[in-house]
């Protein structure tokens, strides 16, 4: 199963966390029987996978558009990870495999890819997947008119070439590390698309894929229904059903799993530590913690007069008290990061430090910039303006929306004044993120297991609807981006990608936050959970529910 392992994945883990290189691991005494259950269940049960019944998980967001690479946000790609296929997937272990094709060869030290497909798969109108599609989805990325954020990968190949009905070949002018994650993404079906517009079309809300699941019901505001696809080339998954309700506030969402109306959610820390504790909760309910593939971050918009000046930058990162942030908002179940990759991997520069809180400095930085006067109430003011400006955070993300109170609390400290603006997630994307219109985000980012961040980072992607939405512009982590991705040698790539971090340091167009722990917490009736290097979700559609368990049934 593919789950948020490529980077058509923005900011929010909407529903569930992801595991972490440190490996998931379920909490000891947890795994116990589940609501309803026998004190043994017979060895044949527990042996013997079953299909029905259905899961019913949270999400705090709805999607905003379901045709993969049209869309950046988590909402949405949880829910094409489950329509659609790809030629490759990573496993339990991170390695890369063959998931739509049946075999691939790297060849020429990295500049050539030949690839295979299974001759078994078929999009949910019946219709065959075969190489036409991989070079229609190719074609589409790399024309300008097409309105993602994802074409880099496929601009980097020189050429393709179908070679017969399932096969195919990909040319590079030079290795490109990213390689193997670009042929990660979703195959498009050519015969839905094909000549249609992509912006407003009808199959952003009824997608055609192949994957494990078909959306059968979308009821804005309320949920989406998924139902098995009884063509899966993998086989058909052993639930019925996967259920995604909409509940914009985690407290809500929290009532609704106590109340049996949830299987499955992501745990705050509090509910995580302090509220589901006790003989209850460790019979009905497994729950699961590791560090997860994602980091928070407060971004400036540096198109903003106010963040031009890295001084500014760099004083308002010494105003912030990272550990306090973890103490007081994941109550100490995360890590403090000083860049845009997991501590602990390869591509970590472990010689950095988390920048820390430093009021004096600051002050003495912004009044260097010329932030020197200050107004009745302690703010700062330059050339008649104090310096005042907003925060935007998304509904339904307690964890940003107290990172950002606490922020402000610790701004007033340093003489700067900071409002807080709460925003409903697909707008919150699209109308102002996308956009450019904000002065700073709290947002978050998945980290990926290969560290190129060339769509995030370089300059060309510093363009509307881009994911360089901050405008962060730098010639020379331009130049370390482009030899990064062209160079296979990893003892290369770890220097280019230090030196990256050392001028985001230097230069904070993001004042880096924390890494949170993932915190999935799954009703105790569902088995084949099998924890994992990539988390729990990588083999979903092999979750099943014993027979006497399964509480609904979908009706043929």
Same mark, same amino acid.
């Given at each position: 199963?593919?789950?948020?392992?490529?980077?058509?994945?923005?900011?929010?883990?909407?529903?569930?966390?992801?595991?972490?290189?440190?490996?998931?691991?379920?909490?000891?005494?947890?795994?116990?029987?589940?609501?309803?259950?026998?004190?043994?269940?017979?060895?044949? !049960?527990?042996?013997?996978?079953?299909?029905?019944?259905?899961?019913?998980?949270?999400?705090?967001?709805?999607?905003?558009?379901?045709?993969?690479?049209?869309?950046?946000?988590?909402?949405?790609?949880?829910?094409?990870?489950?329509?659609?296929?790809?030629?490759? $997937?990573?496993?339990?272990?991170?390695?890369?495999?063959?998931?739509?094709?049946?075999?691939?060869?790297?060849?020429?030290?990295?500049?050539?890819?030949?690839?295979?497909?299974?001759?078994?798969?078929?999009?949910?109108?019946?219709?065959?997947?075969?190489?036409?599609?991989?070079?229609?989805?190719?074609?589409?990325?790399?024309?300008?008119?097409?309105?993602?954020?994802?074409?880099?990968?496929?601009?980097?190949?020189?050429?393709?070439?179908? &070679?017969?009905?399932?096969?195919?070949?990909?040319?590079?002018?030079?290795?490109?590390?990213?390689?193997?994650? &670009?042929?990660?993404?979703?195959?498009?079906?050519?015969?839905?698309?094909?000549?249609?517009?992509?912006?407003?079309?009808?199959?952003?809300?009824?997608?055609?894929?192949?994957?494990?699941?078909?959306?059968?019901?979308?009821?804005?505001?309320?949920?989406?229904? %998924? &139902?098995?696809?009884?063509?899966?080339?993998?086989?058909?998954?052993?639930?019925?059903?996967?259920?995604?309700?909409?509940?914009?506030?985690?407290?809500?969402?929290?009532?609704?799993?106590?109340?049996?109306?949830?299987?499955?959610?992501?745990?705050?820390?509090?509910?995580?530590?302090?509220?589901?504790?006790?003989?209850?909760?460790?019979?009905?309910?497994?729950?699961?913690?590791?560090?997860?593939?994602?980091?928070?971050?407060?971004?400036?918009?540096?198109?903003?007069?106010?963040?031009?000046?890295?001084?500014?930058?760099?004083?308002?990162?010494?105003?912030?008290?990272?550990?306090?942030?973890?103490?007081?908002?994941?109550?100490?179940?995360?890590?403090?990061?000083?860049?845009?990759?997991?501590?602990?991997?390869?591509?970590?520069?472990?010689?950095?430090?988390?920048?820390?809180?430093?009021?004096?400095?600051?002050?003495?930085?912004?009044?260097?910039?010329?932030?020197? !006067?200050?107004?009745?109430?302690?703010?700062?003011?330059?050339?008649?303006?104090?310096?005042?400006?907003?925060?935007?955070?998304?509904?339904?993300?307690?964890?940003?929306? $107290?990172?950002?109170?606490?922020?402000?609390?610790?701004?007033?400290?340093?003489?700067?004044?900071?409002?807080?603006?709460?925003?409903?997630?697909?707008?919150?994307?699209? !109308?102002?993120?996308?956009?450019?219109?904000?002065?700073?985000?709290? %947002?978050?980012?998945?980290?990926?297991?290969?560290?190129?961040?060339?769509?995030?980072?370089?300059?060309?992607?510093?363009?509307?609807?881009?994911?360089?939405?901050?405008?962060?512009?730098?010639?020379?982590?331009?130049?370390?981006?482009?030899?990064?991705?062209?160079?296979?040698?990893?003892?290369?790539?770890?220097? %280019?990608?230090?030196?990256?971090?050392?001028? %985001?340091? !230097?230069?904070?167009?993001?004042?880096?936050?924390?890494?949170?722990?993932?915190?999935?917490?799954?009703?105790?009736?569902?088995?084949?959970?099998?924890?994992?290097?990539?988390?729990?979700?990588?083999?979903?559609?092999?979750?099943?529910?014993?027979?006497?368990?399964?509480?609904?049934?979908?009706?043929?």
């Amino acid at each position: 199963m593919k789950i948020k392992n490529i980077l058509f994945l923005l900011c929010c883990i909407a529903t569930v966390g992801i595991g972490g290189l440190s490996g998931c691991e379920e909490v000891p005494d947890e795994n116990k029987a589940g609501k309803g259950f026998p004190v043994q269940l017979s060895e044949e !049960e527990l042996k013997t996978p079953v299909q029905g019944g259905r899961i019913l998980m949270g999400s705090i967001g709805e999607p905003s558009n379901l045709i993969p690479y049209m869309a950046s946000d988590s909402a949405s790609a949880e829910i094409t990870d489950l329509l659609f296929v790809a030629p490759l $997937k990573y496993d339990k272990d991170l390695n890369i495999v063959p998931w739509a094709a049946a075999s691939y060869e790297v060849l020429e030290g990295g500049r050539l890819l030949r690839f295979v497909l299974r001759d078994d798969i078929l999009w949910e109108d019946g219709e065959p997947l075969t190489a036409d599609d991989v070079e229609f989805t190719y074609e589409l990325m790399i024309n300008p008119d097409t309105p993602t954020a994802y074409a880099e990968n496929f601009l980097a190949i020189s050429s393709f070439r179908k &070679t017969g009905r399932l096969s195919f070949e990909v040319r590079y002018e030079k290795p490109f590390a990213r390689s193997l994650m &670009t042929w990660m993404g979703a195959i498009l079906p050519r015969h839905a698309l094909e000549g249609k517009p992509l912006i407003n079309s009808p199959l952003a809300r009824k997608p055609i894929g192949a994957g494990p699941y078909r959306l059968t019901a979308w009821e804005p505001g309320a949920k989406l229904v %998924l &139902t098995a696809s009884d063509t899966y080339f993998e086989g058909r998954p052993y639930l019925d059903e996967v259920v995604y309700r909409i509940i914009p506030d985690p407290s809500t969402m929290f009532l609704e799993l106590k109340a049996g109306k949830l299987d499955m959610m992501s745990l705050s820390p509090q509910q995580y530590l302090r509220q589901t504790e006790g003989e209850r909760w460790s019979r009905d309910w497994r729950k699961y913690k590791y560090l997860s593939f994602g980091y928070t971050f407060l971004g400036f918009n540096l198109r903003h007069p106010f963040f031009e000046d890295v001084r500014v930058r760099r004083a308002l990162s010494m105003g912030i008290d990272r550990q306090a942030l973890i103490d007081g908002v994941l109550w100490g179940l995360g890590v403090p990061t000083v860049g845009p990759y997991k501590p602990g991997t390869w591509a970590y520069n472990d010689r950095l430090t988390p920048v820390e809180q430093n009021v004096a400095e600051a002050r003495r930085l912004l009044a260097e910039a010329g932030w020197t !006067e200050e107004n009745e109430d302690g703010i700062l003011v330059r050339d008649g303006k104090p310096f005042s400006f907003t925060i935007l955070v998304n509904q339904g993300n307690d964890q940003r929306i $107290k990172s950002a109170v606490i922020i402000q609390n610790q701004f007033r400290k340093i003489g700067v004044d900071v409002q807080i603006r709460t925003v409903e997630w697909a707008a919150f994307i699209t !109308e102002f993120v996308n956009k450019g219109r904000f002065d700073a985000v709290i %947002l978050g980012w998945n980290i990926l297991q290969d560290p190129d961040l060339f769509e995030v980072w370089h300059s060309s992607s510093a363009r509307p609807g881009g994911l360089n939405f901050t405008g962060y512009q730098n010639a020379n982590v331009d130049a370390l981006l482009e030899e990064a991705r062209t160079t296979t040698d990893q003892k290369r790539r770890k220097e %280019l990608y230090d030196r990256f971090q050392e001028i %985001l340091d !230097e230069e904070q167009p993001y004042c880096f936050l924390y890494v949170p722990y993932s915190l999935p917490i799954v009703q105790a009736r569902f088995q084949g959970i099998k924890p994992a290097l990539s988390g729990i979700m990588y083999n979903f559609d092999r979750w099943w529910i014993p027979k006497r368990f399964q509480r609904y049934h979908v009706q043929p």
